[in-house]
């Protein structure tokens, strides 16, 4: 766990925000003017799409939870991506908004003894990621013609994500991510 944990949900948190900061033109306006918010749209998108979406767990005891009854050793599935969209903790959970101050309250990386001991590298590798790509690819916008969304049950992120850019004097690149 310890050599393979932040592969697979790096790559996707990775790519989940640079899909989210893309997809909303005046989110990413707020960055560049500002990037300093780069940290928080990290966040943001961390809390929207979490890149791993459940989590299974064992309960340690009887318990009763909304109504139902989970007995001590059962199976509990976890829907982060349903808990970092709780109405009551995040106002207008479906929208995207790099300005929200409570998007680190997510639960993407887990909380107690199962919190996820990468959590800063994974955030600093997605800032450092999101960050250059605005920087060094001025213009970048999501291919229209190639759209993708984030997919799968355990694992989210987008299968393919294509993006476009003009350099001045240099024509136009395409990126296939």
Not at 99 to 120: E, K, W, Y
Not at 150 to 158: D, I, Q, T
């Amino acid at each position: 766990m310890l050599l393979f944990g932040g592969i697979e949900t790096t790559e996707g948190m990775i790519a989940n925000a640079i899909l989210h900061v893309l997809a909303h033109p005046e989110q990413r306006d707020l960055i560049e003017r500002d990037p300093a918010l780069v940290a928080a749209a990290v966040e943001e998108s961390l809390r929207l799409e979490p890149a791993a979406a459940v989590v299974d767990r064992y309960a340690t005891r009887d318990v009763q939870v909304g109504g139902v009854r989970i007995a001590a050793r059962e199976l509990v599935t976890v829907s982060l991506a349903g808990a970092n969209r709780d109405s009551d903790v995040f106002p207008s959970p479906d929208r995207f908004d790099v300005s929200r101050d409570n998007a680190r309250l997510h639960l993407t990386f887990a909380q107690g003894p199962h919190v996820c001991i990468g959590m800063h590298l994974a955030r600093l590798e997605a800032q450092v990621a999101l960050a250059r790509l605005l920087t060094r690819l001025p213009g970048v916008q999501l291919d229209p013609a190639r759209p993708s969304a984030p997919h799968g049950l355990v694992f989210r992120k987008p299968p393919t994500l294509w993006a476009r850019w003009q350099v001045k004097g240099q024509g136009s690149g395409t990126l296939n991510a």
